[in-house]
């Protein structure tokens, strides 16, 4: 039986954006955060909506650049061109997803790579993958990683499996584990029998949308898992992660709510103050 340590998201994002607020007020700055929403979609009207309040409530600007659910694609592309080009616009982010008529690949692309603070342009992508520097990392994957730190991991020569390949969290996450010298597996929903891989992990990372899928009898004995799934089941909220199932097992596991989500937040806001400081070369 091991002990196992709940890592508590929401007071290491209000560490992390009170140390924000303090460094923006300090130099008397005003970042801009731009978002770009496309349509109708519940689920992003309320993310974009958090965002707007804690960009607010640490002294970032931000707006929302709503557009029909018809919305032509060379629109969407006009609105972000002029939005690289506003000096006073330091970071650019598009909901996804976008409506289906829409080419997500283009639309990403457009955005000015010094004000990508998704990090979804394919030169911040491409940088993080090859291991280069200066990327803007996805903020999900980067607030990942900040839990790792903070529950001790010692990245180097262990296994990381991440469940999920997506543009999103899969794949930039395994590029950071793996530049920090983790041993990566990345299964998804064509991978055979994925227990006996999870079983091998180390570090687990689960981003797949389903509800509980990962049970105790998934897992090593003394694992750090990551559970990064919000779904909702009969009006409750569950990750993808058994969380009753792994107490006792895994050595350290997030919470949801109240584990990922909330760093996910506050490592947009750290995004678009570095980039704003680029910009001023502060
Ligand atoms: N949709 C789901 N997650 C994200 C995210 O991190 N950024 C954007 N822009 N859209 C998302």
């Known amino acids: 039986m091991t002990e196992t340590r709940v890592l508590d998201g929401r007071r290491l994002a209000e560490k992390v954006e009170q140390k924000l607020a303090g460094e923006i007020a300090a130099a008397g700055a005003k970042p801009f955060l731009a978002v770009v929403l496309a349509g109708k979609n519940e689920a992003s009207e309320i993310y974009v909506r958090n965002k707007q309040n804690r960009c607010r409530r640490i002294g970032i600007g931000c707006e929302i650049f709503r557009l029909s659910e018809e919305v032509r ?55 993080l993958a090859s291991g280069f520097p200066g990327a803007f990392v996805p903020a999900t994957p980067l607030g990942i990683m900040r839990l790792l730190e903070e529950a001790g991991a010692k990245f180097c020569g262990l296994h990381a499996v991440v469940i999920g390949a997506s543009p999103i969290v899969g794949r930039p996450l395994a590029a950071l584990l793996l530049n920090a010298g983790c041993s990566v597996s990345v299964v998804h929903d064509k991978t055979i029998e994925i227990e006996k891989i999870t079983a091998e992990a180390d570090i687990l990372a689960v981003a797949c949308g389903c509800p509980e899928l990962v049970k105790g009898n998934w897992i090593k004995e003394g694992a750090i898992v990551i559970d990064v799934g919000i779904n909702r089941e009969n009006g409750r909220l569950c990750g993808d992660v058994d969380f009753s199932g792994l107490m006792g097992k895994a050595a350290v596991l997030t919470p949801v709510p109240g584990g990922v989500g909330p760093m996910t937040i506050a490592m947009l806001l750290e995004n678009t103050w570095r980039a704003y400081k680029q910009q001023h070369n502060i």
């Open 73 to 127: 694609e060379a629109e969407i592309l006009e609105l972000i061109d002029e939005l690289n080009a506003n000096p006073e616009v330091n970071g650019i982010i598009v909901q996804l997803p976008l409506p289906a008529h829409l080419n997500t690949a283009a639309v990403l692309e457009r955005v000015c790579p010094g004000k990508d603070v998704d990090g979804f342009q394919p030169l911040n992508a491409g940088r």
